[in-house]
Structures are given as C-alpha cells and as structure tokens.
C-alpha cells in the first residue's frame, strides 16, 4: 500500500462545468503525477509536480491544469470539461530506492462528461 | 523520445498453459529503466518489476519470469502454468530521466478454466 488516496472515485459531470479531481499521499514523497486511461493508448502523463508549487507539463495537458500547494496533496483541475475528458484518472507517486526510481499508483478515478 | 509497443492486444488461452506477453521498447537514452504492472478487473494498477538498463539479468519470481534483452530491445513478460487470478490487463513500460514513465497500450489476458 503506497498510502495514496484519490477522490471522488467516480464523477459524472456535464459539459462545461468545471471538475476537481484530488490525490493525497501520506509519505511526503516528491514526485507526484497524474495520468488518464483510456482504451488503445495504455496511460498518458497529464501533468505532473516535483514539489510544491513546482509542477510540469505531460503529453496530454490541454485542458488541464494541476496545483500542489501541500507535498501532500497534488489537485487535477478540468476548466471547462469536454466529453473527451471521459477517462480514467490515475495519480501516482515515485518511491526511490537505492538504484532508482519507481511510481506507485492510486484507485483511480472514472470520470464521465455527459 | 521513448516509446513502447505491445503488440499484443488480447490474448486468451487456457489455465495451466504458459503464455508470454511482449513487449519492445525505443529509447536514445543509455540509461533507461523497464517496468510491467498488472490491472486487475478490480482496477488498480499493480507494480510487478523494474529492470534498470544495465542489468540484464533475466528475473524470476515464482511463476512469473522476464526476460530482459538489449540487442532486440525487449522485456518479455511469461506466466508460466497460468491461473484465473492472472487474468488481467498487463502493461510495460519504460522510463529514462525526468520520472516520467511511458506506457504500452497493455495487453489483456483471459484465462479461461
């Protein structure tokens, strides 16, 4: 257990409104990252942070935007969502060891945008 | 830029019987790491193996196995004597500097009793 949560589990929203999706750790690790799941591209980085305040953009960050204003907490923010925004969402965080670097991940969050 | 193609989009077979689940890799990186997880029908994602790029050592662990090969660029993936609780979606996927992890487009395996 990597002690990550995620919340809500499930959403469902209509166009346009915006949505909030939240990832909590309990460890203080640094690394954190949110990616979305969809069927026939496996999972793909959105957005991800390597502190607080410090946060990067993935390869899908259109119409997202991320802030972590606590090591603890790594919030995923759709504007205005899309129906292109149905997905999974996953957060995760990256656990060192002595040789590298490994991400552990959340429950999840199915998110639909009628 | 990295990327990870399993080929494989579905595979089926019967319990008991051994099946490996590919995986090829592309990276300019010399220093890169390989990773398997493993999504059950309940959801999560699993994290089964890392491999760093200069250890290619073959792994195993019980009735899993992997086979890491750097002159082909794969990380292959074998079940051996399959079980019902191995059905799953299976995803490889690499990583080289940044902790940004690239991910296959997964396998799902079925086995059937």
């Known amino acids: 257990d990597a002690g990550i949560t995620q919340s809500p589990r499930h959403k469902v929203t209509e166009t346009g409104t915006p949505v909030t999706l939240r990832c909590h750790q309990t460890?203080?690790?640094?690394?954190m990252y949110w990616y979305r799941q969809d069927p026939g591209h496996g999972l793909r980085l959105i957005h991800y942070?390597?502190?607080?305040?410090?946060?990067d953009k993935g390869e899908v960050s259109d119409g997202y935007s991320v802030s972590r204003s606590k090591t603890e907490d790594f919030l995923l923010t759709l504007e205005s969502a899309t129906s292109s925004q149905t997905s999974v969402y996953f957060c995760?965080?990256?656990?060192?060891?002595?040789?590298?670097?490994?991400?552990?991940f959340g429950p999840g969050t199915r998110l639909t945008v009628l | 830029a990295q990327k990870v193609t399993q080929a494989q989009t579905e595979i089926s077979v019967v319990e008991k019987e051994d099946v490996t689940l590919d995986c090829v890799y592309e990276t300019r990186d010399t220093t890169y790491y390989l990773f398997w997880y493993k999504q059950p029908p309940s959801g999560e994602l699993v994290f089964l193996i890392r491999r760093n790029s200069f250890d290619e050592q073959n792994e195993i662990s019980g009735r899993y196995s992997w086979n890491f090969q750097k002159s082909t660029s794969s990380f292959n993936f074998t079940i051996t004597a399959s079980q019902v609780v191995d059905s799953a979606v299976y995803f490889c996927?690499?990583?080289?500097?940044?902790?940004?992890?690239?991910f296959g487009q997964g396998t799902r395996l079925t086995i059937n009793p």
């Open positions: 996927a690499s990583q080289a500097g940044a902790q940004k992890l690239v």
């Open positions: 942070s390597y502190g607080v305040k410090d946060t």
């Open positions: 460890e203080n690790h640094r690394y």
């Open positions: 995760a965080i990256s656990v060192a060891d002595a040789r590298a670097d490994t991400q552990y």
